[in-house]
């Protein structure tokens, strides 16, 4: 049974066009997550939601647009494709927050990637 | 920013070998992280420790976290060849839970 799911594993397409990225998860989590991973394979945070709210709004291009229709999706959204958009997109999911003391933190469960190339 | 910065960046050796990996930041974290990526696949958790100066095995992997809370090791003992991927620590920011800021990433090779 996949965990997190993502499609397509691979994009290519040609500069200037709009695609979308589809993820889902069946683990019961309530906040997901998308993630860029470049060439040098340094991963960053794009955006997160909880229960369908926007709380995590990187300093990201507002042709990225990531839109969550329930707490079991994430999809993301992009218009007029650059070249520097191409990367490997993954997405994630977790519960929210658990707490050890003064510690903070959650467990992220990562889908696939997929690999966007744009010509 | 907070920036977590790995070394090395790569690492090649041998199988039966002992290897460190090191994730340094001048930012205290909440908790930190180790991840393990193979080709192709997303990032798997293979620990989180949350006190300073914790240790944590797992199997042939033992982690460190430092007294200060701003540097991590991950240390293997004989290094197999599914020991094979690329390792990334991330961190927590004290106060938020919710941002995983992630380090620049040891691609270790272990050749049988």
């Known amino acids: 049974d996949t965990a997190v799911s993502q499609t397509p594993k691979y994009l290519v397409t040609q500069m200037g066009n709009d695609k979308s990225i589809k993820c889902e998860q069946n683990?019961?989590?309530?906040?997901m997550y998308w993630y860029k991973q470049d060439s040098k394979k340094f991963l960053k945070i794009m955006f997160s939601?909880?229960?369908?709210?926007?709380?995590i709004n990187e300093t990201v291009p507002n042709r990225f647009s990531p839109k969550s229709p329930d707490k079991a999706h994430l999809n993301l959204h992009i218009n007029s494709l650059e070249l520097g958009d191409s990367a490997v997109y993954f997405c994630?999911?977790?519960?929210?927050?658990?707490?050890?003391?003064?510690?903070?933190?959650?467990?992220?469960?990562f889908g696939p990637g997929t690999r966007l190339t744009v010509l | 920013t907070q920036l977590l910065e790995q070394s090395p960046q790569f690492l090649s050796i041998q199988e039966g070998e002992n290897l460190t990996v090191y994730c340094n930041s001048s930012?205290?974290?909440?908790?930190l992280q180790w991840y393990r990526q193979e080709p192709g696949e997303g990032p798997v958790l293979l620990v989180t420790v949350v006190t300073g100066g914790e240790v944590k095995k797992l199997k042939r992997l033992t982690f460190q976290f430092g007294d200060a809370r701003k540097d991590s090791s991950l240390h293997i003992t004989a290094a197999q060849p599914g020991d094979t991927g690329l390792y990334l620590c991330a961190g927590f920011s004290s106060g938020s839970a919710r941002q995983l800021t992630f380090g620049s990433g040891t691609q270790l090779t272990v050749l049988p």
């Open positions: 930012s205290v974290f909440s908790s």
């Open positions: 683990l019961g989590h309530d906040t």
């Open positions: 939601y909880n229960n369908k709210e926007l709380i």
């Open positions: 994630a999911s977790s519960h929210l927050a658990r707490s050890s003391g003064v510690s903070s933190y959650n467990e992220q469960f």
